[in-house]
């Protein structure tokens, strides 16, 4: 006998009596993953957070009109860049990292402390409100 004995040699029973024939090995394997998808499909939270509150985050108060105002005015400016986004901008798009926000006006940030953080960019002819945390847009206002 050689330095490596066969699965036969070792037990006396060839691999096919010990885990049956082919064909059954291969049903076996077959209705165990049919069984495992049917268990993960009649699952009602699989995927889904379990248990738990709620939480939603404010939506972002959006800029009264006498502020729509003062920023309208400063976007009249012709050395502010204009952002080509491929698309007209609208509420809740994600804006670009590689595209520029601009600072509210100053004095609009101190009355309104709630908008302070607020960035706006200048696509066509609207002026779009962005929360720079996310980028995400919250207001469009007409230029």
Do not use: C
Request: hydrophobic letters at 40%; aromatic letters at 4%; a positive charge.
């Amino acid at each position: 006998m050689g330095a490596f004995a066969t699965p036969r040699s070792m037990s006396g029973y060839s691999a096919e009596r010990r885990s049956g024939p082919k064909w059954m090995r291969s049903a076996a394997v077959m209705t165990g993953a049919v069984a495992a998808i049917l268990v993960l499909a009649a699952t009602p939270t699989f995927g889904q957070p379990t248990g738990g509150t709620v939480v939603e985050s404010p939506a972002p108060a959006p800029l009264p009109s006498a502020k729509q105002k003062l920023i309208r005015e400063q976007a009249r400016r012709p050395d502010l860049p204009k952002a080509d986004l491929g698309a007209p901008p609208r509420v809740g798009m994600i804006i670009p990292p590689e595209v520029e926000l601009l600072m509210l006006p100053q004095d609009m940030s101190s009355e309104v402390p709630a908008t302070t953080s607020y960035r706006y960019l200048i696509a066509g002819d609207v002026i779009a409100v962005v929360e720079p945390e996310n980028r995400k847009v919250i207001q469009l206002i007409p230029r």
